[in-house]
């Protein structure tokens, strides 16, 4: 039976944490349990670095970006000296159940954690990537594109007012979601991401094309995963000889306070964590697909998550 259990955040932070966290906190005492926070993700389990929670322990974090519980990126948590070290704080501290909230790279931890030590570990989908698998936003994912798209907003005014080529880059290592969408929303000419061979060549073409009819402004977002913004801009300018400006919104994109469909995810995702682990759920990841409640096994919410890259590209270039 559950008695006590732990909430930590780890990977990148997402806008939105803090409600999900709240939302553990708050719900699990309601439901009898005790709550510890973990500090800096699996870095402070393995560093016993935690402290039993309250109601007023979460206050006033709703609208906060970030995550007062910190978080990290824990290279020592992949060793199997690491993850024996973050069991015996799980049994020095009595935890009966995790709640991880994070992204894909995170619940690949917790499911190799699951595995080696058997400690049920759920998973709260919150990162600005939209990187996990079976469901349809993670949390965080909502707020970042929103202010990637205010920053394009911006850009566009001046870049029509001063006739100009523009290369945006958006932060996804990996993942092109935030910049196919950020293209499409902000109305931007191109796009270059990872998962898809997009030839300068024939963007070059079509900008020195534009020109020649009066299109004097180009924007192109490029996320991070596919170049450098500066390389592109250099290699625009050689192959068309007109000036090209950069902008790296970067870790911008990862602050803020959270939007009301990030609010809402998380202190939905949140409750329904606690309840899984009494429920005697273990190994899976939450989420909403099609507006319902999902419980995805962690297996499969870390393979590669599958979106229809080629409309969203036909329909950027169409109404471009
Ligand atoms: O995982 C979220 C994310 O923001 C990615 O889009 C980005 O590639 C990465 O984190 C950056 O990580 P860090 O802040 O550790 O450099």
Redesign the pocket.
């Known amino acids: 039976m559950m008695k006590r259990i732990a909430v930590l955040t780890t990977?990148?932070d997402?806008p939105g944490m803090n409600p999900a966290i709240r939302s553990v906190v708050r719900y699990g005492i309601s439901q009898k349990l005790e709550v510890m926070g973990v500090f800096r993700g699996w870095w402070g389990l393995i560093n016993e670095e935690l402290k039993i929670l309250n109601h007023r322990s979460v206050s006033g974090i709703i609208g906060q970006g970030g995550t007062i519980l910190k978080t990290a990126?824990c290279a020592e948590f992949r060793t199997s000296e690491g993850q024996s070290r973050a069991y015996a704080t799980i049994k020095k501290n009595n935890i009966d159940g995790l709640v991880v909230i994070g992204?894909?790279?995170s619940f690949a931890a917790a499911h190799e954690f699951y595995k080696n030590f058997n400690v049920p570990c759920v998973g709260v989908a919150a990162?600005?990537?939209n990187?996990v698998n079976g469901i349809d936003y993670t949390i965080g994912t909502d707020m970042?594109i929103n202010t990637a798209l205010d920053a394009i907003d911006k850009i566009r005014d001046t870049a029509t007012s001063m006739e100009r080529i523009f290369v945006v880059e958006v932060?996804?290592?990996?993942?092109g979601f935030?910049a196919l969408t950020v293209a499409l929303g902000g109305g931007c000419e191109d796009v270059l991401i990872p998962e898809r061979e997009t030839y300068l060549t024939s963007i070059c073409h079509d900008i020195v094309h534009g020109n020649l009819v009066g299109k004097m402004s180009w924007i192109i977002v490029l996320a991070?995963?596919a170049g450098k913004a500066d390389d592109i801009a250099k290699r625009i300018t050689d192959l068309t000889g007109l000036e090209t400006r950069t902008v790296v919104l970067g870790?911008v994109?990862?602050g803020g306070r959270p939007t009301a469909v990030s609010r809402d995810l998380a202190l939905h995702l949140g409750k329904a964590a606690v309840d899984c682990l009494i429920a005697g759920k273990k190994d899976v990841a939450l989420g909403m697909n099609a507006s319902k409640l999902v419980e995805v096994n962690f297996e499969t919410a870390i393979k590669k998550k599958e979106f229809n890259i080629e409309n969203h590209y036909r329909l950027i270039k169409i109404l471009t």
Do not use: F, L, P, V
């Open positions: 990977g990148g997402a990126r992204g894909n790279g990162s600005i990537d990187d970042a932060m996804g290592r990996d993942s935030i991070e995963g870790h994109q990862r």
